[in-house]
């Protein structure tokens, strides 16, 4: 599976792919991609038309994108919003499937705290992904958002797994076969009182 993580900002937006198979995540591409200056709807023109020549080049199965928070300035969470749309609009035109994590929930699942500063993200890619040198900041929290959604599809493998395995044993124990063995070893006994 190829996931593009995407950290949409109206001056700077992160671009992160990775690819994934198995419990293996491998680094495809990341660029912070620094916009011009001037009029907003410029910004968002040039932040849509790079992803769409992203998503053309690294044909990704899905999108992850960082949540908005409003923090103290309602202004720049408004912004931020465009940024977003500009960024699910080339997803959602190109047919992929976006999926949202907030920032807490991805630097506590890539780094461990959900406080965790852009230094330790940082960080962590480049260990994660086995990097030489870690990446920008704005591409580094791109892949941590397409890190945590690997790791969180992992994680849903695996209790799908331990389910499974639950409802085969729930499933054995519960047959006829299993009363037998069970009549056989305790020599007919079935722990029922007369």
Wanted: glycine content about 8%.
């Amino acid at each position: 599976m190829t996931i593009l993580g995407i950290d949409p900002g109206s001056q700077i937006t992160g671009v992160g792919v990775i690819t994934v198979c198995g419990d293996d995540l491998k680094h495809i591409y990341s660029e912070s991609l620094k916009l011009p200056q001037g009029e907003l709807s410029i910004r968002l023109q040039e932040i849509y038309s790079r992803l769409q020549k992203v998503i053309v080049q690294v044909k990704p199965d899905i999108v992850v994108i960082e949540k908005v928070f409003v923090a103290k300035n309602p202004r720049s969470a408004l912004v931020l919003g465009h940024a977003r749309g500009a960024a699910m609009l080339a997803a959602t035109n190109n047919d992929l499937p976006v999926i949202e994590y907030s920032a807490t929930e991805i630097k506590k699942t890539v780094v461990g705290r959900g406080q965790a500063d852009k230094i330790q993200v940082q960080h962590m890619m480049r260990v994660l992904l086995g990097l030489r040198v870690a990446p920008e900041v704005d591409a580094s929290d791109a892949l941590a958002a397409a890190v945590c959604h690997a790791q969180h599809q992992q994680m849903n493998a695996a209790i799908k797994i331990a389910r499974s395995a639950d409802d085969t044993k729930n499933i054995a124990a519960t047959s006829p076969d299993a009363d037998d063995e069970k009549a056989r070893r305790t020599g007919g006994k079935t722990g029922v009182a007369r």
